[in-house]
Structure formats: C-alpha cells, structure tokens
C-alpha cells in the first residue's frame, strides 16, 4: 500500500510543476500587455503636447515679428507699395477721365461755334437778297433808287442791333484811346483838349464792349 502512494504524490508533484509554468507565462503576458497600453498612453499624451508646444513657438514667433522693428519696416513698406499702387491706378484713371473731358468740351465748342456761325449767315441772307433785288432793278430801270439802299442799309443795321452791335458815336466826343484810332490831327481854336472833329469810319460795340475802333481825325490846339 506504501508503494502505491508514493508515486501518485510524485505525480501530483509533476502537474503541479506543469501548471505553473503556465502561470508564469500569463503574468508575463499580462505585464508586457500594461506595458504597452503605458506607451500607447505616453504617445498620445506626447502627441497632444506636441501641437500645444507648436502653438506656443507660433506665438512666440509672431510676437517676436510684431516687435522686431526690421519685420514692421518691411510691413510698412508693403503697406506704402500697395498705396502707391493705388493712387497710380487712381492718377492714371484721372488722366484718362480729363482726357476724354477736353476732347468732349472742343467738340461741343465746335459745335457751338458753327450753330453761331450758321446763325449769323443765314441773318445776313436777306441783305443779299435785298441788294440781288436792287441791282435787277437797275438793270430794267437804268439808275439806282436811293431809296432801295437806304432801306438796305436800315435792315442790315437791324440785323446787328439784334446781335447787340451797335454803332457809337464819335464826333464831338473828347479822344478817347479806348474806341477811338487818331488817323490825323487838324488844328481847331473851338476845342481846349483833343476832341474828335471828323469820323472816316465809324465805331461799333457789341454789349458795351468796343468791337471795332473809329477812325478819327482829332482836333489839335495851335
């Protein structure tokens, strides 16, 4: 009975053996597995450090620009670059805008002008026609009505009175440079200062301002 027993508590013995080896293994196991969640852990942790430290340099660099004075020199000078672009684009747009602005002014000048010019013609037309008139009649009567040239004369000095010219008169006004042109002098004892005494042609105004002189002889003490 002795014999028996012992090799079943050898056997026992070696089962026991067996079995904790494998314990063994799985402590190992479990330890390698909190190993590597700890560096799982560590790597996050140092992955969400590494984008607040990149944050912070960032904002070290730009207060580092804010303050260098190099840095602000080049900014303004950016600044100033982008304003003279500006006021280039400005000045340029400027000279085109005046340009179109004269060529548009002459041409309503000219415009203007000739409205004028054409105005004044065809006011003058029926002088022409009134002296076209005169010479037919003298050619059927053979003598000129005195008449005729003087109603000629009245209505082209119409005409001009609706322009605002007008004649002035000169004779026995004292000389005055301003309307009068002094062709000769003649000696007078009627007249203490130089006076008009006779009229070659006469003076017209256009809304009180000289538009042609007279020319005059003028009186000269003896």
Not at 103 to 121: A, C, H, N, P, T
Not at 143 to 168: D, T
Request: net charge negative; charged share 40%.
């Amino acid at each position: 009975m002795k014999k028996d027993e012992t090799p079943k508590d050898n056997r026992d013995h070696e089962i026991l053996e067996d079995e904790n080896p494998r314990d063994v293994n799985k402590g190992k196991t479990k330890s390698k597995g909190k190993g590597k969640q700890k560096t799982s852990e560590e790597k996050s942790q140092t992955k969400k450090e590494e984008p607040k430290q990149s944050e912070a340099e960032e904002t070290e660099q730009a207060k580092e620009k804010e303050t260098d004075p190099l840095q602000i020199l080049m900014d303004q000078l950016s600044q100033t670059e982008e304003q003279k672009k500006d006021l280039e684009d400005k000045f340029i747009r400027l000279v085109a805008e005046f340009d179109n602005y004269k060529k548009r002014m002459s041409r309503d000048f000219d415009r203007q002008s000739e409205m004028v010019r054409d105005k004044i013609i065809l006011s003058l037309l029926p002088v022409m026609d009134d002296l076209d008139r005169l010479l037919q009649h003298e050619g059927e009567n053979g003598n000129v009505s005195l008449e005729g040239i003087k109603l000629i004369r009245n209505n082209f000095e119409r005409i001009l009175n609706n322009y605002g010219v007008k004649a002035f008169e000169s004779v026995g006004q004292p000389f005055d440079p301003e309307k009068h042109d002094a062709m000769m002098t003649r000696k007078s004892e009627e007249h203490d200062v130089p006076t008009v005494i006779e009229e070659f042609e006469k003076g017209y105004e256009i809304n009180d301002k000289v538009l042609r002189h007279a020319r005059v002889v003028v009186s000269a003490a003896e």
